[in-house]
């Protein structure tokens, strides 16, 4: 066999029959062969363009993820946590969670002091890392206190108060350790501050107090000893000349009337005119009772003055754990409340009925009423601690 290739060409004729058909054979496999790789080609070029796609919707998604878990946050704390978490935007870990309540972006800070001050061991653990988080090295207390005071709402309940100011005192005393002889020195002098703040910057306060009557309330807090007038006094000015300020809420949230409301929560309220019950969020301060459609709300749907007004257990029905407001002098209560259209009416009530959680709460919320006007858990807990100081002298 001569002459077979002639160049790049192969001779035909100069191959035996069956090597011809065997060429036929190899040229038509080869042909399928490129056909079937020219497929592959393109659905690969169809998966990858597939991928891609999912990829920029993954992509798309996580901020609409992010966005929602937000305001679920604002709306139930411990829900929108669990969606973060869930959708693997936040880590099941009390670090994680703390910086993402420290930075804050688009929360709303009281949902913020709720979380923070639940009592459960992992809520404890998130408030001790966003605590951490602060730098409080070499400030002066009062600056401390507004720095910390800024980054969350702290909240009506006496013992969520208790828990943060009491994490507030070890971590300013582990970064300024020296400055007071114990963390009870600062937890005690850090309330007196908040009330004074409240005292003199509250309008629905009267009776100021001064200079002397502060440095006198504070006499003994050292473990038994006097802190310095000078520094008393320093701080004093300090209030007087700057208030704290109350953050405006990122997640746009109600705006509440006074620093430090007696008690905020859930609760059902029947209707007037028709006795359906709609869920609303009640503030309790200032002897009147507020009540929003959501906590996000920046206006009340209804204030409840509770001069000449009283509390009572109540049964329904339909619903347990009720208790009402009622006129002591049976008249209408001097309420008033935000209608469809906005326009801002008086209430009709003669009693409003309302309906808690469980027996705990209604009992807490009704203690909290009848007591609105002259107690402060700011107070109480000061005094706890004032106790406990002066025994050590």
Known sequence: MQNIVEGNSLDMKALLPEEQKLLVEIREEKMQLLYEIQVLEDELMA?????????????????????????????????????????ELLQDNPEDIAQFLFKGEGLNKTAIGDYLGERHDFNMNVLKAFVNLHEFSDTILVQALRQFLWSFRLPGEAQKIDRMMECFAQRYCELNSGVFTSTDTCYILSFSIIMLNTSLHNPSIKDKTTVD??????????????????????????????????????????MHTFFNPVKEGWLLKQGGRYKSWKRRWFILNDNCLYYFQFTTDKEPKGIIPL??????????????????????????????KTDSDGRVTEGKHSVYRISASDEIDRNDWMKCI????????????????????????
């Open 47 to 87: 998966v990858s363009k597939e991928l891609e796609c999912m990829e920029f919707s993954a992509t798309e998604r996580k901020p609409n993820h992010l966005s929602m878990g937000r305001k679920k946050f604002n709306m139930d704390p411990k829900k929108g946590i669990e969606y973060l978490i869930e959708h």
């Open 213 to 254: 009557r502060f440095v006198a309330m504070n006499r003994g807090i050292d473990d038994g000893g006097d802190l310095p007038e000078e520094l008393l006094v320093s701080l004093y000015e300090s209030i007087k000349k700057e208030p704290f300020r109350i953050p405006e809420d990122d997640g746009n949230d109600l």
């Open 307 to 336: 001069e000449n007004i009283q509390v009572r257990n109540a049964q329904d029905r339909s619903k347990e754990f009720c208790f009402e407001l009622y006129s002591v002098n049976s008249m209408v209560i001097k309420a008033c």
């Open 370 to 393: 009848r007591s609105s006007t002259s107690s402060n858990p700011f107070y109480d807990l000061l005094a706890t601690r004032r106790r406990k100081a002066l025994r050590k002298k």
